[in-house]
């Protein structure tokens, strides 16, 4: 119970705020933009520090299935066990995991406002930073990817979008829409517009909003997060 020690009475009242599911075997939150989910370079509590305060009397803690980036918001999950983060990893690896997310992009609809988005990725380490960009599918260290879209409202100053990546790699849904030329507003490393209808746009306006996956204890569980307010404000913008 170390870990949940360093805990104050209010980190373990916030995490405990962020759950949407709980029962025996997983655990799901609703992550707020700004937290880092795991290994974060800032001097503050992760989402994986957090989880503490869900420690059992033995002191084992719940483990996260999967990240988020610091800044997008919406549905996270963690293992209540070790079976259920084994079944949980060989479900996601087998690509069972079905996520569901809203971006804000700019400027307007894609062209076409549906479809399928094809392009490989690679990794780039700039001095601390890592960078993806698209890359031909047999260069060194490409990895496959694959997103489909759909525009949910539109006008000439930005789109909302419904994305389902098909493959989970490092910042695909960032890169992806940047490379049909509608970068996920608030984001300037992949060319995000950094204000819209005359407002700034503080961060990245990107929120994971559903998750279906199979259960550890059978069947198949769906959850969905609603997004954070500020997202939610500017989302009510488009098309309004």
């Known amino acids: 119970m170390a870990e949940r020690a360093r805990l104050s009475a209010a980190d373990i009242d916030f995490v405990r705020g962020l759950v949407i599911h709980e029962d025996a075997d997983i655990l ?54 070790q079976p259920a983060a084994a079944f949980l990893g060989k479900a996601m690896m087998a690509r069972r995991f079905k996520k569901t997310y809203l971006a804000v992009v700019a400027p307007g609809a894609p062209d076409p406002r549906a479809g399928t988005i094809e392009a490989a990725l690679v990794r780039q380490d700039i001095g601390r930073e890592a960078y993806v960009r698209v890359s031909p599918a047999d260069a060194p260290g490409a990895q496959t990817a694959f997103t489909r879209y759909r525009t949910l409202t539109a006008d000439a100053v930005a789109a909302l979008l419904e994305l389902s990546p098909r493959t989970g790699r490092m910042h695909q849904l960032r890169v992806h829409l940047a490379s049909i030329g509608r970068p996920i507003a608030g984001d300037p490393r992949y060319g995000g517009a950094l204000a819209l209808y005359g407002q700034p746009v503080a961060r990245l306006m990107l929120h994971a909003a559903a998750l279906a996956f199979p259960h550890p204890a059978g069947g198949e569980t769906r959850i969905e997060a609603p997004p954070p307010a500020d997202f939610a404000a500017l989302a009510a913008r488009i098309a309004r």
């Open 28 to 81: 799901a939150l609703n992550k707020p933009p700004g937290l880092s989910s795991q290994g974060g370079r800032i001097a503050a509590h992760t989402l994986d520090d957090l989880l503490a305060a869900f420690a059992k009397p033995s002191g084992v803690k719940p483990r996260l299935v999967h990240r988020l980036d610091r800044d997008t918001s919406g549905v996270i999950l963690a293992a209540r066990s």
